[in-house]
């Protein structure tokens, strides 16, 4: 098999404005927003041969993958691989909340994001225990050109992995609401073409 195009996306926005909040696998739809963010990426993809879909299979990237593949005879295959990271009692919380509450909670997070595991939650190495297994699955299938709709966190997992890099690495990568990354894998060889490609809802123009 010669070269592989891996697409990998972020799903659309999800209407938190400005708040940053944890929101992990909090089952949320796409905003007015994300809608035309993954219109957008269809006009974009609707140029372009994808032999599949692939998607979390939380509803914010499964509303995004069906609106993609609208312009493709391509039924979205959803993976619960590929849900966001668990964020167990933070989940839904804002970030300023749990500085304010578990002080040394968050100094712990930020000193060992690789392995910190929130209450009830997951850490970004168990993450990747099941989210590498399948990126590399698909990855290594017959497909030619593929698209995988993630979330912030995941996608940087995947994005470590392509780079060979430690997860220590993950908040290095801008991950916006409807951006692209594409990798490219000939052989072995992962290959990073672009990051964090992102999709402008200005009508004056697309980015």
């Keep these: 098999m010669g070269k592989k195009l891996i697409y990998l996306a972020r799903h659309g926005d999800i209407g938190l404005g400005r708040d940053k909040r944890y929101i992990g696998q909090s089952d949320l739809p796409l905003s007015a927003l994300g809608v035309k963010q993954a219109t957008l990426l269809k006009e974009i993809f609707s140029r372009m041969p994808l032999d599949n879909i692939y998607c979390s299979d939380l509803e914010r ?44 909670e968050f100094e712990k997070r930020g000193k060992d994001i690789a ?47 392509v780079l060979g890099i430690p997860l220590e690495n993950v908040f290095r990568f801008e991950q916006s609401y409807g951006c692209v990354n594409l990798i490219s894998k000939d052989g072995l060889m992962y290959r990073l073409k672009y990051l964090n490609n992102e999709v402008n809802c200005d009508p004056n123009g697309m980015d």
């Design 61 to 104: 990237a499964q509303q995004t993958a069906e609106i993609i593949s609208s312009a493709h005879s391509i039924i979205p295959t959803a993976r619960v691989e590929l849900r966001e990271l668990n964020m167990g009692d933070w989940e839904g919380k804002l970030f300023s909340e749990i500085r304010a509450k578990n002080p040394q």
């Design 115 to 161: 392995n910190y595991c929130s209450p009830e939650g997951e850490s970004f190495s168990d993450c990747s225990k099941r989210v590498i297994p399948i990126f590399e699955s698909l990855a290594q299938s017959n497909e030619n050109t593929i698209l995988i709709i993630g979330h912030a966190g995941i996608n940087r997992v995947i994005l470590c992995r």
